[in-house]
T-cell receptor, first 116, second 109 residues
């Protein structure tokens, strides 16, 4: 079974630009969550999508947005990039509602964004 | 609010036991987890424990939960160099996961 795939793995942008990151969950998983990982702040929850609907949202400004498609693939977008947006963006998929939920999140390897 | 705390660094000698500690603020969590992140990789679930359990053992891993003190620990027996990684404690609240900042475990030969 293929794991969670994130693209691109690395990217460099300049301040003011926008970026779109993509995540393909494990086949059959309907929930996709996004996290921002930085050395100073650790792992911060951005948002979670389930069946194309945003179910939960973390405490990030409106510049951060996301969406989920009917095939469960998800994208997140950051507009008007700031230096502080430099981070590893991790996507995780899970499949709640299938019997006993153990809460396991399956993570991708992340997209490392550098903002210059 | 929900918060999870961990010490940031731990250094042990190969063959010794490692104990990584975690505290959480909200006792309503239903599940508590330990994830491992190796360099350049995403997080991988190591083990989890239901909130109504005190202990769980899985090969070299032992998880202890003290609900009264809201304290979770992960013990790795016979620590190997391949155990060097960042270990994240996480709590699950309904639909929301809260992660700790991660403990960087360094295993010295």
């Amino acid at each position: 079974k293929a794991g969670v795939t994130q693209t691109p793995r690395y990217l460099i942008k300049t301040r003011g630009q926008q970026v779109t990151l993509s995540c393909s969950p494990i086949s059959g998983h309907r929930s996709v969550s996004w996290y921002q990982q930085t050395p100073g702040q650790g792992l911060q929850f951005l948002f979670e999508y389930f069946s194309e609907t945003q179910r939960n949202k973390g405490n990030f400004p409106g510049r951060f947005s996301g969406r989920q498609f009917s095939n469960s693939r998800s994208e997140m977008n950051v507009s008007t990039l700031e230096l502080g947006d430099s981070a590893l963006y991790l996507c995780a998929s899970s499949n709640p509602g299938t019997g006993v939920f153990t809460g396991e999140l399956f993570f991708g390897e992340g997209s490392r964004l550098t903002v210059l | 609010g929900e918060d999870v705390e961990q010490s940031l660094f731990l250094s042990v000698r190969e063959g010794d036991s490692s104990v990584i500690n975690c505290t959480y603020t909200d006792s309503s969590s239903t599940y508590l987890y330990w994830y491992k992140q190796e360099p350049g990789a995403g997080l991988q679930l190591l083990t989890y424990i239901f909130s109504n359990m005190d202990m769980k053992q899985d090969q070299r891993l032992t998880v202890l939960l003290n609900k009264k003190d809201k304290h979770l620990s992960l013990r790795i027996a016979d620590t190997q160099t391949g155990d060097s990684a960042i270990y994240f404690c996480a709590a699950f609240y309904g639909q929301n996961f809260v992660f700790g900042p991660g403990t960087r475990l360094s295993v010295l030969p």
